[in-house]
């Protein structure tokens, strides 16, 4: 069979290195009985070693080359469905294969992928609004957002997607996979890292659609003080005063000092605003 070339436009860097495979399948502790989405098969490397488990394996690929592919090599393989589609567009309910009710016993599954980079932003963000769905999610990503996921308040890679990622989920950075291992290869190296939904959030967010909203505004100016980023809630700076003085947060310091528990904080000042004013 030909193998299909990389497509830039894609974001396709395929690995084959069948004992990385193995560990990134044992790190999901993947099993006989398991559903599994896989965003992004390509040439159906990791598949394989999925299926090899004996776990029901639900692909989901854009490319139509590469989904003729995958139809041929594993028309006879037990437990492989295939989705055609584009999952940027596509929310996980409407994947066929991951309808309520498939899983493990209480209806969840895994999510294993070498997922295309020029989706990363757009599926870690889809996977946090659709976590109750999964029991734990292990994605091959760039290094950069890897180490971006579990930075610490402070430091450079700090930001809204850290913080909103380790309120909802139990983060670990797993293992590096250098560039060289990928055909073609990238010009950073990648890293696998798990994400277990949690039970409960890591600190009180009250309403969840708010506390993002504030976090996301916060670090929309990532150089200004509160004060002035906040301002993208587009609430008066009167009100913005009042919860940060609530909170017992600094005006002038910024989103990228504050810990998990200070944007609760933040979040819960600007909730009771809202019930006591009827703003924002």
């Known amino acids: 069979m030909t193998l299909m070339r990389a497509k830039k436009r894609f974001g396709q860097h ?12 044992c790190t999901a502790s993947v099993e006989e009985g398991d559903v599994v989405l896989e965003i992004g098969p390509g040439r ?14 639900v692909a989901v690929e854009v490319d139509r080359n590469l989904a003729e592919l995958l139809r041929k090599k594993f028309s006879r393989t037990e437990g492989f469905s295939l989705v055609e589609d584009d999952i ?16 493990n016993e209480r209806g969840r599954i895994k999510s294993v992928s070498n997922l295309p980079y020029n989706i990363t932003g757009p599926m ?45 989920f139990d983060i670990k950075a797993e293992f590096e996979v250098k560039r060289t291992l990928f055909v073609p290869p990238p010009k950073v190296d990648s890293m696998v890292v798990s994400l277990v939904p949690r039970s409960a959030p890591r600190v ?5 659609a708010l506390f993002k909203r504030v976090v996301k505004a916060a670090f929309s100016l990532r150089r200004k003080m509160l004060s002035n980023s906040l301002k993208r809630l587009g609430v008066e700076a009167e009100c913005i005063s009042a919860a940060l003085k609530s909170a017992g947060i600094d005006p002038k ?11 609760s904080a933040l979040s819960l000042s600007f909730e009771q605003l809202i019930g006591e004013e009827g703003e924002l």
Do not use: H
Request: net charge positive; glycine share 8%.
């Open 14 to 25: 395929f690995l084959t290195d069948k004992n990385l495979l193995k560990k990134i399948v």
């Open 88 to 103: 940027v567009k596509l929310p996980f309910s409407s994947v066929k294969g991951l309808e309520s009710g498939t899983g």
């Open 204 to 208: 009180e967010t009250g309403e969840s």
């Open 44 to 57: 159906g490397a990791l598949t394989a070693e999925l299926l090899g488990t004996g776990a029901r394996v």
């Open 253 to 263: 310091r910024r989103a990228e000092t504050l810990r998990l528990e200070e944007f």
């Open 124 to 168: 870690l963000f889809r996977f946090l609004e659709e976590r109750e769905r999964f029991e734990c999610i292990v994605l091959l990503i760039q290094k950069e957002v890897a180490l971006r996921l579990a930075a610490v308040p402070s430091t450079k890679g700090y930001n809204a997607l850290s913080v909103l990622m380790q309120v909802w």
